[in-house]
């Protein structure tokens, strides 16, 4: 599952408990390493009991919304220190642990802070572009059309239409409320 990080506190402190309750959420019979770990340390441990004990467990980390992390850390004793241990975790050699950063294209120029951390940070570098309506639209209904409606009829998805919704209760329905206040935030 995604890290449900609100870029508040201590980073380390909640990017492991945040891994722990995710892990944990999928696989409950895994133990969480010792809380007071290095993050380092942390993300092994969590390869190893993944990994059932074998080299091949591995963490995908994605932190998403990451110019909130230069707004949020913004002293720069703060800030130096969580991009310090950052970047020592993607350099570390070995570590089974991919990080995927999302950040607005319009913030995209202060990842230049952590380019003597890591050089490469931008190297793998995905541009996403602006989806039309009808294309916004396929991406919220498609996935639940083919991947829940493969379920049980019990469990079966569906969006509401809106010829099947009484107008007086509800004007529109929730793939169009979701389009119109996605387009507002733009």
């Known amino acids: 599952p995604p890290l449900n990080h609100s870029w508040q506190g201590d980073l380390g402190v909640q990017l492991k408990q945040q891994i722990a309750a995710d892990i944990q959420a999928i696989a409950p019979h895994i133990q ?6 290095p993050f380092i340390e942390t993300l092994e441990e969590w ?18 919304q990451f110019e909130d992390f230069f707004s949020t850390y913004s002293q720069k004793e703060e800030e130096k220190t969580y991009a310090e241990a950052f970047a020592r975790a993607v350099n570390y050699f070995g570590l089974r642990v991919n ?9 995209f120029t202060q990842l230049d802070r ?15 572009k602006r989806l039309d309506r009808e294309s916004a639209k396929k991406a919220i209904t498609e ?9 049980p009829p019990e469990q079966r998805i569906e969006i509401e239409d809106e010829d ?7 004007e529109k329905n929730l793939v169009e409320e979701v389009l119109n206040q996605v387009t507002v935030l733009e």
């Open 114 to 128: 952590f380019k003597s951390l890591i050089p490469n940070l931008t190297d793998k570098r995905i541009e996403l």
């Open 164 to 170: 099947k919704i009484e107008e007086k209760l509800i």
């Open 32 to 37: 969480a390493p010792d809380p007071e770990l």
């Open 143 to 151: 996935p639940l059309l083919k991947i829940y409606n493969d379920q």
């Open 47 to 64: 390869t190893k009991k993944i990994g059932e004990g074998k080299d091949d467990g591995k963490l995908l980390i994605i932190l998403d």
């Open 99 to 107: 990080f995927l950063l999302s950040i607005r294209s319009s913030a």
